[in-house]
Nanobody
Framework: VQLQASGGGLVQPGGSLRLSCAASGGTFNSYTMTWSRQTPGKEREFVATIRSSGGHIYYSDSVKGRFTISRDNRKNTVYLQMNSLTPEDTAVYYC??????????????????WGQGTQVTVSS
């Protein structure tokens, strides 16, 4: 599975961005999809996960209520709508695909296909 993330950029605090991750080369609707983020010198941080059918969604506490993950299995694409952005959300955002067991859906190490990352910078 190849993943291509897009939609990052520079946004002011309080603004919004929508990230997209297009998948190809696999059976997209069989994979759990996740977004994670990483800043220099820090470990990759789980952000959000959506199961293959879209029926189960999980968020980190740091983004709950501000970010929304969704997927369109007809378009082989997963999205991350990010609202009320703060400078602490500045990071490279990655999408990934996998088939983790339920207890591991928030573990970034449980995913084995990764996109290239897209930079999100929140600054005035």
């Amino acid at each position: 599975v190849q993943l291509q993330a897009s939609g990052g950029g520079l946004v002011q605090p309080g603004g919004s961005l929508r990230l997209s991750c297009a998948a190809s080369g696999g059976t997209f609707n069989s994979y759990t999809m996740t977004w994670s983020r990483q800043t220099p010198g820090k470990e990759r941080e789980f952000v959000a996960t959506i199961r293959s059918s879209g029926g189960h969604i999980y968020y980190s506490d740091s983004v709950k209520g501000r970010f929304t993950i969704s997927r369109d299995n007809r378009k082989n694409t997963v999205y991350l709508q990010m609202n009320s952005l703060t400078p602490e959300d500045t990071a490279v955002y990655y999408c990934a695909a996998g088939r983790p067991v339920l207890s591991a859906v928030t573990n970034t190490n449980a995913y084995y296909y990764w996109g290239q990352g897209t930079q999100v910078t929140v600054s005035s």
